[in-house]
């Protein structure tokens, strides 16, 4: 079965940099894609990318922030996390999915990491 890994996540200063990563067990999917969750907030989307022509989607609030990234051979997706803000602080969710038709939506990835935090002080 599908298992995904996050890892990366630690505590930043606002303003400062930080990568995630995300590994998968295989590559039976075809988009992959970051949600993160603050304490008392819904699971919301960030960033995906479509694995075999790599077209990215971000949310309006990391755009021109965040970018998400792939290794083929690795298997592994990326999150390069730049400028951050306090307002980024949440436990970040890498996630898979057969169906790239609607990136934002949470319910088309079927398979979902255990969440690394990120914590950006101010």
């Known amino acids: 079965q599908v298992q995904l890994v996050e890892s990366g996540g630690t505590l930043v200063q606002a303003g400062g940099s930080l990568r995630l990563s995300c590994v998968a067990s295989?590559?039976?999917?075809?988009?992959m894609g970051w949600f993160r969750q603050a304490p008392g907030k819904e699971r919301e989307f960030v960033a995906s990318?479509?694995?075999?022509?790599?077209?990215?989607c971000y949310a309006n609030s990391v755009r021109g922030r965040f970018t998400i990234s792939r290794d083929n051979g690795k298997n592994t997706v990326y999150l390069q996390m730049n400028s951050l803000k306090p307002e980024d602080t949440a436990v970040y969710y890498c996630?898979?999915?057969?169906?790239?038709?609607?990136?934002?939506?949470?319910?088309?990835?079927?398979?979902w990491g255990q969440g690394t935090q990120v914590t950006v002080s101010s």
């Open positions: 996630a898979a999915g057969q169906n790239w038709s609607a990136p934002k939506t949470k319910t088309y990835y079927a398979y």
């Open positions: 295989a590559r039976t999917f075809s988009i």
């Open positions: 990318v479509r694995w075999n022509d790599g077209v990215i």
